[in-house]
């Protein structure tokens, strides 16, 4: 559905039988918040509604300062290919008009009859007007263009979420450079970090990590900071990925057992600045303290109520919803938790860091020496999802 489609609709309460069709042409929608505006072909009337959840349902609709019940409404959109005996098309006028109709007929000539009243009759040859019973276009005068149109049954529906051979089907598959992709893996673990890098380094961190060996960090997954960057897997869950680890590194641990988390775990790594600090009025990612990249407004940072001046960036709702359907995909494939697993750093973690079991555990809950993330905050939210 989208602006210019035309929609075809019936009013709530019309005694009329069959209920009278009314045309409509969409002149403004808002996907985000299903907000949506039609102007009625025969009359001019403005009409504005709230798409409502269920959009196969009634939807109401306010114009005049009065209110309407749509009750049936079908949607044309453009179909991108040529006309069908038979089927919709949208015809275009030297002058800009735009009209719907039917076709009748596609040869020798292009015959149509238009939906809207008193529902004219023209013939095409090319883009030559041959017949016509219509005084505004008349025989001899020309088209820009016909186009079918087709019922718009609304989106497809999503494909059902799954892993199959390790990657994940709701993530864009691409793979790492090989040196930073191990050997094959049973995990049973998954360890949440944020990269703490800035929101413009995204495409650098993805050219890095597919094109160069690098120091042997990597992970299985990366979540950009909105739709547009997407969630992309570097690895297969079965392989390891090399995304906890080195010197001073905690494990997981289960009485006398332990294991090294790339052997156990899948590395998950969720874009954003981390720890950020005030510095010259704006917040920023502060490396050896240099504020690094540009400001980062003050909506997008949670400040630290112990410490002024400090905070963390915040993960956006897209990263959210993203880690949660991961998170719930991956309790499908992952191993059994070993009895009374869990993560050891050799360095206390911070409360925040500390994790019941083993199971889902921020990195900070294996390295508290070198690493924080992926911070308070979204150690809480990992918690809260059971």
Do not use: K, M
């Given at each position: 559905m989208k602006i210019n489609d035309f929609l075809f609709y019936t009013l709530e309460g019309d005694t009329a039988s069959p209920p009278t069709t009314y045309l409509g042409e969409i002149s403004g929608i808002d996907p985000a918040t299903g907000a949506l505006s039609f102007r009625e072909i025969d009359t001019g009337q403005?009409?504005?509604?709230?798409?409502?959840?269920?959009?196969?349902?009634?939807?109401?609709?306010?114009?005049?300062?009065?209110?309407?019940?749509?009750?049936?409404?079908?949607?044309?959109?453009?179909?991108?290919?040529?006309?069908?005996?038979?089927?919709?098309?949208?015809?275009?006028?030297?002058?800009?008009?735009?009209?719907?109709?039917?076709?009748?007929?596609?040869?020798?000539?292009?015959?149509?009859?238009?939906?809207?009243?008193?529902?004219?009759?023209?013939?095409?040859?090319?883009?030559?007007?041959?017949?016509?019973?219509?005084?505004?276009?008349?025989?001899?005068?020309?088209?820009?263009?016909?186009?079918?149109?087709?019922?718009?049954?609304?989106?497809?529906?999503?494909?059902?979420?799954?892993?199959?051979?390790?990657w994940w089907s709701l993530a864009q598959q691409v793979p790492a450079f090989p040196g930073r992709i191990g050997g094959a893996i049973t995990p049973f673990a998954v360890v949440v970090h944020t990269t703490d890098m800035t929101p413009e380094s995204w495409d650098a961190l993805i050219q890095s990590w597919t094109t160069q060996l690098g120091p042997g960090d990597g992970a299985h997954f990366l979540i950009g900071r909105d739709a547009a960057a997407g969630l992309i897997q570097l690895a297969p869950i079965t392989n390891n990925a090399n995304h906890a680890g080195g010197s001073g590194h905690g494990n997981f641990v289960a009485g006398a057992q332990q294991w090294h988390p790339n052997s156990v775990s899948v590395g998950i790594e969720i874009h954003c600045a981390g720890a950020v600090r005030q510095v010259n009025g704006g917040w920023h990612l502060v490396e050896g303290g240099v504020a690094q990249g540009n400001p980062i407004p003050d909506d997008d940072v949670i400040p630290d109520p112990q410490r002024p001046g400090r905070g963390w960036h915040k993960v956006t709702d897209y990263q959210y919803e993203q880690l949660g359907a991961l998170l719930d995909g991956l309790e499908t494939v992952l191993d059994a938790l070993p009895d009374g697993c869990v993560a050891q750093s050799i360095e206390q973690p911070p409360a925040y860091g500390i994790f019941a079991t083993g199971r889902r555990v921020g990195h900070v809950s294996l390295d508290?020496?070198?690493?924080?993330?992926?911070?308070?905050?979204?150690c809480d939210w990992i918690r809260a999802q059971g």
């Open positions: 403005e009409f504005d509604l709230q798409l409502p959840a269920d959009i196969s349902g009634p939807w109401d609709a306010q114009s005049q300062n009065a209110d309407y019940v749509i009750q049936t409404h079908d949607v044309y959109t453009a179909a991108g290919t040529d006309p069908v005996p038979q089927g919709a098309a949208v015809v275009t006028f030297p002058d800009g008009n735009r009209f719907i109709c039917q076709i009748e007929a596609v040869s020798p000539t292009a015959d149509v009859v238009f939906y809207q009243q008193p529902y004219h009759r023209l013939s095409f040859d090319g883009d030559q007007i041959t017949q016509s019973d219509w005084d505004t276009y008349p025989v001899g005068g020309q088209i820009t263009s016909i186009e079918a149109y087709v019922l718009d049954t609304g989106p497809e529906p999503p494909a059902a979420a799954s892993f199959s051979d390790g508290a020496a070198n690493r924080g993330d992926p911070w308070p905050p979204t």
